[in-house]
């Protein structure tokens, strides 16, 4: 049988050469390589939750009076999109429990994909030949982001309005073109009709194909390049050492994605997330005190917070607060992200081919560079709940703000340094230990003493 | 071996389980937790089934794979180059059928823009302008005038021109303040008859409704970034990332008591743009 299809499919497509490799390629083992694999299949299990989801909701902002099944919004006025998730969630069996899943899975796939971006990062697996990847990787992060935040505005509830009208403003603060870039993506003057409609469209057909056509790209080229993979014995520039793709790697794999859906199961099981119906419709003159926003929006809303409140006026013209928090900042975090292994490159003046990766202790500048630019975006993630902080820790939030001002300068320096020197140390030790290990060796000689010998194959770790 | 053998079996038998109770609790409604109960369990033991399997149950193996698919020898990659400037250099032959090709490609472009302004209606009047009118009336979300003598002094209450309750930008505050708080400016002196002043209740920040008040101080607070307006002062930004005042809308008891618009707002409203002089 097996035998039939084989040769069924070579006589047509000449398959053999390319299974027979394929079937025995070397996938290098190490935990931090899952982390890319997680993030795939938290993928997979949005794409089957938001099936689901998507045959429920009504796209739309036609305003009608509630009178379902949850007395709390009897007689309340809201949008036909907010009613449909509404019944999604309290009427339609396993409804919340696949909205539920499909939101912490949308938590889930951002961060795998954060932390998978600081393992390429702290291992130098950006330099060449990946540069190009470590760019499609990047936009992997930004379509996920935007899928994210389409997808958390589409129940039209009070906290997801909140952060649309913010977005528009956002947009709106660009200069010569914000007014245009606004209307263009919102489909009219905030609050617009057309602006569900969009978002839906966006959030389950353009960025899922984007994000479906850069993953293939992303994993095309992983395959093409082969796996980089950690120092180690007979480990060298030249080769890769690791599991088979047939059978080990793929049942570890095919195990992994069951294990990481069993995960966001769970999660979506036990732990509400987003209960909409406690939020209530968007209505533009009211708005929830404390609104926070999912996780990976966090820090801008914190760099919105710390802003300067700058209001510049040139030539007639306004540049707003929110242009230099909410576009300049991320603007400028993402083109260094962009620019990243080419910078490197210019400093390092390192333009070879590494296919060894480094352990982090191995470039201390890169790694303190790395910390520091982490350490910046945890405070401005933090300063996104100043107020609720405030509260719990009793004092004002306009001193909470100035005190996150000071550590959004002084911590990253603080961090980045710190780090800088720890690695250097390590690295030292590690480098004094090896060559320890070249020189001595000790044997037992005859009569029960120690003797050192030169020892000429010690390996270095 | 036997016992990991079974071990694995065991696993795979408990995911069978678990799909029976998430089939279960579905026909029997019993709500997401036992749902997710049924399909953790289905998809957890499956998944910890197999990855048993890969590690006891099939041996370890290590290959090695040579990189040596890239990059290409000497001779193929000149060879590429040469086909390719052939390619260009067959084309570039005819350098003036290059150029008209390149101009329909451009105009094709073009034209291909132009349904964008579709997509972004009428830009324009809605940022500079709100509803309210000369003479439109102060009504409350639930369509009531506001009359002079509703509110007691230190109150607040959003208010909506006329016929247009929940308009966005509209949105205004209104609040009755003891005498001898208002610093007024001279040119706005009468805009708030009997301590009655109303601001935009949009925030200049980023748009956000200004939706809490500190009555003992008489400041505005934004809950979405925390500006803070003290209405005392014509609502100029004192803390938090919003750098404009609150714009300031003129208000007349009419001659049956009830409140109104002397005129819309005198500036634009909300947070700031490109155009807003
Ligand atoms: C690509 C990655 C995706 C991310 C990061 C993502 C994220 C989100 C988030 C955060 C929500 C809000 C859910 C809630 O309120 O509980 C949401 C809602 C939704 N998503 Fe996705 N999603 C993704 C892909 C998809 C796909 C591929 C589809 C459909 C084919 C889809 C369909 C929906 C629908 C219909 C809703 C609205 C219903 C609701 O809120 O309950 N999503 N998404
Ligand atoms: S929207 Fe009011 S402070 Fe940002």
Known sequence: MIRRVVLALDDRLGTAHFMRKALRKAFPDHWSFMLGEIALYCFVVLLATGTYLGFFFDASAQPITYNGSYPSLHGIQMSAAYASVLRLSLDIRAGLLLRQIHHWAALVFVAAITVHMCRIFFTGAFRRPRELNWIVGLVLLILALGAGFTGYSLPDDLLSGTGLRIAYSVLLSVPVVGGYLAFLFFGGDFPATQTIGRLFFTHVLVLPALLVAAMAIHLGMIWRQKHTQFRGPGRTENNVIGSPLWPNYAMKSVGLLFAVAAILTALGAFFQINPIWLYGPYNPANVSSPAQPDWYIGWLEGALRLGPSWDWQIFNHTIPAPFFAGVLLPLVFFTLLFVWPFLERRITHDGQPHQLLDHPSDVPWRTGVGAAVLAFAIVLTFAGSDDVQAKIVGISVERLVNLYRIMLLVLPVAVGLLTFQFARELRARRNALAEAGTRIAISRTDSGGFAEQPEKDARRP | ?277
């Open chain 2, 1 to 277: 071996m036997t016992a990991r053998i079974w071990g694995i079996a065991t696993a795979f038998s408990v995911s069978v389980l678990g799909s029976a109770l998430f089939a279960a609790a579905y026909a029997l409604h019993s709500g997401p937790q036992w749902e997710g109960l049924g399909l953790f369990v289905a998809l957890g033991a499956l998944g910890l089934g197999i990855v048993l399997w890969a590690a006891f149950a099939i041996p370890a193996e290590q290959v090695v794979d040579v990189r040596d698919d890239y990059p290409s020898d000497r001779d193929e990659r000149s060879e590429a180059e040469a086909a390719l400037e052939h390619g260009l250099a067959e084309i570039d032959r005819h350098g003036f059928l290059t150029k008209v090709l390149l101009a329909a490609l451009g105009a094709l472009g073009v034209a291909a823009l132009f349904p964008l302004r579709s997509l972004a209606p009428g830009f324009g009047q809605g940022l500079y302008r709100t509803k309210w009118r000369r003479g439109a009336r102060l009504v409350r979300e639930n369509g009531v005038p506001v009359r002079a003598s509703d509110l007691a002094v230190g109150s607040i209450l959003t208010v909506f021109p006329d016929g247009y309750v929940d308009d966005a930008s509209s949105q205004t505050l209104l609040l009755r303040l003891p005498p001898g708080v208002l610093a007024a400016r001279p040119e706005r002196r009468n805009w708030s008859p009997q301590g009655y002043v109303a601001f935009s209740k949009v925030c200049t920040h980023a748009g956000c409704p200004v939706g809490l008040y500190r009555a003992s101080t008489y400041q505005l607070l934004c809950p979405c970034h925390q500006s803070v307006f003290d209405v005392a002062h014509a609502a100029r930004p004192i803390s938090g990332p919003a750098a404009r005042a609150l714009p300031q809308l003129p208000l007349e008891i009419a001659g049956d008591g009830y409140l109104q618009a002397q005129s819309d707002y005198t500036e634009p409203i909300g947070p700031g743009f490109w155009q807003r002089a």
